[in-house]
T-cell receptor
Framework: NAGVMQNPRHLVRRRGQEARLRCSPM?????VYWYRQLPEEGLKFMVY????????ESGMPKERFSAEFPKEGPSILRIQQVVRGDSAAYFC??????????????FGEGSRLTVL | GEDVEQSLFLSVREGDSSVINCTYTDSSSTYLYWYKQEPGAGLQLLTY?????DMKQDQRLTVLLNKKDKHLSLRIADTQTGDSAIYFC?????????????FGSGTRLSIRP
């Protein structure tokens, strides 16, 4: 059973370009979370999605950032017109659907975005 | 809003015990977690404790929860060089369904010989 798969592992973009980060949750998981980790800082919650639904996007910047988790295919975090401050590691995590759920998250290895 | 706080650094001598502390603000927290992040990797769950418990032991790890003071600690006995990592405290107010989990800033544990 493969774990949470994120790609690309490393992405370099110039200011103003778009970044797309993909996350395939563990098999059988339908809850996906995106977190951002800035250098030397902790994890900050961005968004929580279930299939075809955004459940909580309270941690997402209002502009330039969007996320989706379609019925088929991976979850995608999209950052438009990137700026240097977007440079960070973006972690995806998934959790299973069965109840009761301890809330344990299974993390991918992260996608490291560098904006030049 | 919810907040989880930890000290940023801890240095211990190999073979000693490490104690990493965490405080949280959400009184409705149901689960509290300790995650470990090794360099260049994602986070892995080390252990978790349900809010109606005050202690949980798992081999070298001991978790203590003081719900009144909203204080959580992780003790690692006989600390080894492989324990060098960042340790994140986290809390969730979910019970039967997944909810967003709030993480602290992480405590970087370094081991000296």
């Amino acid at each position: 059973n493969a774990g949470v798969m994120q790609n690309p592992r490393h992405l370099v973009r110039r200011r103003g370009q778009e970044a797309r980060l993909r996350c395939s949750p563990m098999k059988g998981h339908s809850h996906v979370y995106w977190y951002r980790q800035l250098p030397e800082e902790g994890l900050k919650f961005m968004v929580y999605l279930q299939k075809e639904n955004i459940i909580d996007e309270s941690g997402m910047p209002k502009e330039r950032f969007s996320a989706e988790f379609p019925k088929e295919g991976p979850s995608i975090l999209r950052i438009q017109q990137v700026v240097r401050g977007d440079s960070a590691a973006y972690f995806c995590a998934s959790s299973p659907t069965q109840e009761p759920n301890t809330g344990e998250l299974f993390f991918g290895e992260g996608s490291r975005l560098t904006v030049l | 809003g919810e907040d989880v706080e930890q000290s940023l650094f801890l240095s211990v001598r190999e073979g000693d015990s490490s104690v990493i502390n965490c405080t949280y603000t959400d009184s409705s927290s149901t689960y509290l977690y300790w995650y470990k992040q090794e360099p260049g990797a994602g986070l892995q769950l080390l252990t978790y404790i349900f809010s109606n418990m005050d202690m949980k032991q798992d081999q070298r790890l001991t978790v203590l929860l003081n719900k009144k003071d909203k204080h959580l600690s992780l003790r690692i006995a006989d600390t080894q060089t492989g324990d060098s990592a960042i340790y994140f405290c986290a809390e969730s107010s979910a019970y039967s369904s997944a909810s967003k989990i709030i993480f602290g800033s992480g405590t970087r544990l370094s081991i000296r010989p």
